[in-house]
């Protein structure tokens, strides 16, 4: 009787591990490009987000190095005027930034430094509460483009894996190394097999 005890208390563990595990993903924002103003404008993030899932739980990172862009969530009308006024938190400085989602909606993500915003740095999200829920049908928007007569800094090339070897950066920056997202699929393996284990010594 103990033994199937035993064995029922480590399959409800594997059960809630393997659920945490499939529903935490981390989300690159932009993948290779990183979090940078793009040379296509705000369409590069937007049809980036388009071929995503979001869901509450999942992590965005935003890929940039410190004091070349930043990162806050503002709501419509201000993702709309790239304007940081009505901030929801803080603006992130420090690359690379994670920001868990935590609500179900519209999100609205921009880069407050200079005129990055106007030339595309910006990213709207659609999250949902789980996996299995329905994707609401994607609201028209119209991206913001600057004028050739603005100033907005020249497109830059963001962040890769590629670029620098994951764990190191170049002297003097803060190269931000892409995650693995099986990350939470290994962790929750390697606590199930510490069951296992500790379970087996127990009885």
Not at 54 to 71: C, S, W
Not at 183 to 189: I, M, Q, W
Request: aromatic fraction near 6%.
């Amino acid at each position: 009787m103990a033994r199937f005890m035993c064995m029922a208390f480590v399959g409800i563990i594997a059960v809630a591990l393997m659920q945490c595990a499939a529903a935490q993903t981390v989300h690159v924002v932009g993948d290779n490009l990183g979090w940078t103003v793009p040379s296509t404008g705000a369409s590069a993030y937007s049809t980036w987000a388009a071929n995503k899932r979001f869901v509450v739980g999942d992590i965005l990172m935003f890929n940039f190095r410190t004091n070349e862009h930043d990162v806050v969530q503002v709501p419509k009308a201000s993702f709309d005027a790239c304007s940081d006024d009505n901030e929801i938190g803080d603006v992130i400085t420090t690359g690379p930034a994670n920001m868990t989602l935590s609500a179900t909606g519209e999100q609205y993500y921009i880069c407050t430094i200079g005129r990055h915003c106007l030339a595309g740095q910006k990213l709207a999200i659609t999250v949902v509460a789980t996996a299995d829920s329905p994707l609401p049908s994607p609201s028209p928007t119209t991206p913001t483009t600057p004028s050739p007569a603005t100033d907005a800094c020249a497109p830059e090339a963001g962040p890769t894996a590629s670029t620098t070897p994951s764990g190191s950066s170049p002297a003097g920056t803060n190269a931000p190394a892409t995650p693995n997202s099986s990350s939470s699929a290994v962790f929750a393996s390697f606590l199930l097999s510490i069951s296992a284990l500790v379970m087996g010594l127990i009885f």
